[in-house]
C-alpha cells in the first residue's frame, strides 16, 4: 500500500515554510509522494485567483519528484471541504494510507471543521510546529495532544506525529504584507514565484 499525504491550503502564495513542512513529511514518514492540493474556495478566506495560485504552486514544486499538484479542487462550487478532498483523491489513488499535513495553528481546528469527526480518522496527522506565542516544542506537543483528547472523547481515534522542522516565522500574509508595501520578498519565497508575483502585479492592491 503507497503511503501518501495531502498538503491543503490556500497557498496565497505558496512560501518556503510551505516547501520546508512538505519535504520534511516526505521524507520523516517516508512517503512516496505530497499532494499539494490548492483550494479554491477556503471557507474563512478571500484569496488571490485560483488560477494564479496553482500556478504558483506548480512552479514552486516542479523540480520536487515527491510532489505533485492536484486541480482537484477547480471544478469545486460552493465551500471546499477538507473531507470531500479526501473522498475525491481517494477515488483517484486507491490501495492508499493517507496522511494530512497542516501546520499547528491549523490543527488546533480540526474539531471544528466539517466533518472533522470522520476526517480525523480517515488518514493519520502530520503536524508542523508554528507557534505564534512563541510556543517552545514541549508546548507544541501538549497543544497536539489536548487536539487529540478533545477528539478522543468525542469517541475519536486519532494518530498524529509531529514533524521534526525548524519553526519558519514565515505565513502568507507576511509575504502580502510586504507586497503592498514593495519590501522585497526576495529568498521568502522561491524566485520562480516571486518572479510570477511580480509580473502579474500580485498583491499589489487590497
Ligand atoms: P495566511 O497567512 O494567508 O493565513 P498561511 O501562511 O497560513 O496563510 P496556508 O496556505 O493557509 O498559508 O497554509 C497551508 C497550511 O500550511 C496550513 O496548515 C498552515 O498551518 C501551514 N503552514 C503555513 N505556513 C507555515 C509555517 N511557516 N510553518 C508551519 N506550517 C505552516
Keep these: ?6 498538503f491543503g491550503g490556500t497557498f496565497d502564495p505558496v512560501h518556503w515554510g510551505h516547501l520546508l513542512v512538505a519535504q520534511t513529511a516526505l521524507e ?3 512517503l512516496e509522494q505530497v499532494i499539494w492540493v490548492p483550494s479554491q474556495n477556503p471557507p474563512h478566506k478571500q484569496a488571490a485567483l485560483f488560477e494564479h495560485r496553482v500556478e504558483m504552486v506548480q512552479r514552486a514544486t516542479t523540480d520536487n519528484p515527491g510532489f505533485r499538484v492536484s486541480h482537484v479542487e477547480k471544478s469545486r462550487s ?3 471541504y477538507a473531507i470531500n478532498t479526501l473522498i475525491d483523491l481517494s477515488a483517484d489513488y486507491p490501495n492508499t494510507h ?3 499535513i497542516v501546520g499547528l495553528d491549523t490543527f488546533q481546528t480540526l474539531p471544528r471543521w ?3 469527526q470522520e476526517l ?3 488518514c493519520d496527522w502530520l503536524i508542523a510546529p508554528r507557534l505564534p506565542g512563541g510556543e517552545n516544542i514541549a508546548q507544541t506537543e501538549s497543544i497536539c495532544k489536548q487536539v487529540a483528547q478533545k477528539l478522543t472523547k468525542q469517541t475519536v481515534d486519532i494518530h498524529w506525529q509531529l514533524l521534526n522542522i525548524p519553526l519558519v516565522g514565515l505565513s502568507s500574509s507576511l509575504i502580502r504584507n510586504f507586497c503592498r508595501s514593495r519590501q522585497s520578498i526576495r529568498y521568502l519565497v522561491p524566485e520562480s514565484v516571486r518572479l510570477y508575483i511580480n509580473s502579474q502585479n500580485l498583491y ?3
Design 1 to 6: 500500500m503507497q503511503r501518501l499525504a495531502i
Design 98 to 100: 493517507w496522511y494530512w
Design 78 to 80: 460552493g465551500a471546499s
Design 28 to 30: 520523516q514518514v517516508p
Design 114 to 116: 466539517y466533518r472533522g
Design 120 to 122: 480525523a480518522q480517515l
Design 204 to 206: 499589489i492592491n487590497g
